[in-house]
């Protein structure tokens, strides 16, 4: 069964700071991997998505980097703003019978002005 | 503008008494999920659908149905037999595996 877990749970930095969330995943065998944004009280917004075959993603401010064989991938935000501030989750697209994806249980992020 | 409708926005209701959510996407996407949420727990997987008149159930399908009668709609039905149907309810749709997921506003249930 795939499991996922991201560390650390919460985060808390100086506006302006680079910083990374880390995400990993027991079964490698995977699809791809999505990183999602989440603002109180609402739905998600997609960040990015890694297929398995690549190794990085870059999206603005945003880079996010897949190891499928070592089940990782992290998340680097570049010159944080308060604006960042929300919860980031990961989510897996794995195979099998049941293609479904699997989310961790996210990092909360607050970037202090 | 394309995207995904959830209705109502927050819902309260008597224990006892069955409830459907609703979800409406015009992304011409095939796939349709619906997750629940729960603080500390995650995104649980209820029921999703890859193609008009079929569904699977997910990891917590027990107490809840659905229908895909239309390729945009995707109806979740919270019944009785829920034991705790208090929660954050995300719909959300791709265009199949391995595409990306796009996700609703949710509906946030309140049941006493």
């Known amino acids: 069964k795939q499991e996922v877990t991201q560390i650390p749970a919460a985060l808390s930095v100086p506006e302006g700071e680079n910083l990374v969330l880390n995400c990993s995943f027991t079964d490698s065998a995977i699809y791809n991997l999505q990183w999602f944004r989440q603002d109180p009280g609402k739905g998600l917004t997609s960040l990015l998505l890694?297929?398995?075959?690549?190794r990085e993603q870059t999206s603005g401010r945003l880079n996010a980097s897949l190891d499928k064989s070592s089940g990782r991938s992290t998340l680097y935000i570049a010159a944080s703003q308060p604006g960042d501030s929300a919860t980031y989750l990961c989510?897996?697209?794995?195979?099998?019978?049941?293609?479904?994806?699997?989310f961790g249980k996210g990092t909360l992020l607050t970037v202090n002005p | 503008d394309g995207g995904i409708t959830q209705s109502p926005k927050y819902l309260f209701r008597k224990e006892g008494q069955n409830v459907t959510l609703s979800c409406e996407q015009n992304l011409n996407h095939d796939a349709m999920y619906w997750y629940r949420q729960d603080p500390g727990q995650g995104l649980r997987l209820i029921y999703y659908s890859q193609i008009v008149n079929d569904f699977q159930k997910g990891d917590i399908a027990e107490g809840y149905s659905v229908s895909r009668e239309k390729k945009e709609s995707f109806p979740l039905t919270v019944t009785s037999a829920q034991k705790n149907p208090t929660a954050f309810y995300l719909c959300a749709s791709n265009r199949g595996i391995s595409y990306e997921q796009y996700f609703g506003p949710g509906t946030r249930l309140t049941v006493t």
């Open positions: 989510a897996v697209y794995s195979g099998g019978s049941n293609y479904k994806l699997t």
């Open positions: 890694i297929q398995s075959s690549q």
